[in-house]
């Protein structure tokens, strides 16, 4: 079992982000410390997580009595409230507590989040928007895109590669992409090998830089 300080978390404003985050900690068997400014909605999670605390996160003392500063992990959900957010994160960083996660509102406010000390920031509503739009428009099924342009996309099998086999379909030197996991009607996935023969309406799970995922689920 891993030791007592890494397998807990502090979760910083439960609002519908940080309520996700710390639920999901819980089911993970995280133990999380969730903070929150405001009685109602704590009252709403003690039952639900290791412990929850009122307290007002921009506060030093009010932070080290709950024993934040020995944490290892944090996760600032601090949604509007932008002082607050940029406040709780730099007094997490004067803890020099090893990873602190941080959620930001637009890319002037990640940037500020990493100058004070989030070792990483998400931009939820955007990230969560640009995906959307490659859904709406292309024919993926789903769309990740990771740093450095790279994407993966669950699509359906091209009409080229249909009764063929991977290493026949020739997918990767046509298309820049790599199968890596291939989906029959009604079974789970499995691992994309050169012998996987491909059938009409197989799903497939592409990686490769984004432009030519994208290209490659235009294909029918
Ligand atoms: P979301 O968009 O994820 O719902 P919100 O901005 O609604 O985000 O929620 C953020 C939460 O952070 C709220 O529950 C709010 O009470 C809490 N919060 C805001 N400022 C502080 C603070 N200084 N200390 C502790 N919690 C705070």
Request: glycine share 8%; proline share 2%.
């Amino acid at each position: 079992k891993k030791d007592n300080a890494t397998n807990r978390a502090v979760v910083i404003g439960l609002g519908r982000f940080g309520g996700s985050v710390a639920m999901e900690l819980m089911r993970q068997r995280t133990e999380v410390l969730a903070i929150d400014s405001n009685p109602k909605i704590v009252d709403r999670y003690a039952d639900r997580v290791t412990h929850a605390a009122v307290a007002d996160s921009t506060d030093d003392d009010a932070l080290r009595q709950l024993g934040v500063h020995r944490f290892h992990r944090a996760v600032v959900a601090i949604g509007t409230d932008l002082e607050a957010s940029i406040l709780t994160t730099s007094l997490l960083g004067d803890f020099a507590i090893p990873s602190i996660w941080a959620k930001g509102l637009s890319r002037q406010h990640a940037s500020i989040l990493e100058r004070v000390g989030a070792h990483h920031v998400v931009l939820p509503e955007h990230d969560m928007g640009e995906r959307v739009a490659h859904l709406v428009m292309g024919r993926m099924l789903d769309y990740i895109e990771f740093e450095d342009d790279y994407a993966m996309v669950k699509t359906t099998a091209p009409a080229e590669a249909v009764g063929r086999t991977l290493g026949e379909a020739q997918l990767r030197s046509k298309h820049k992409i790599t199968v890596v996991s291939i989906k029959r009607r009604g079974e789970g996935f499995s691992y994309a090998t050169a012998e996987t023969v491909v059938r009409a309406g197989d799903l497939l799970i592409v990686a490769g830089k984004a432009v030519d995922t994208e290209r490659f689920a235009e294909l029918t």
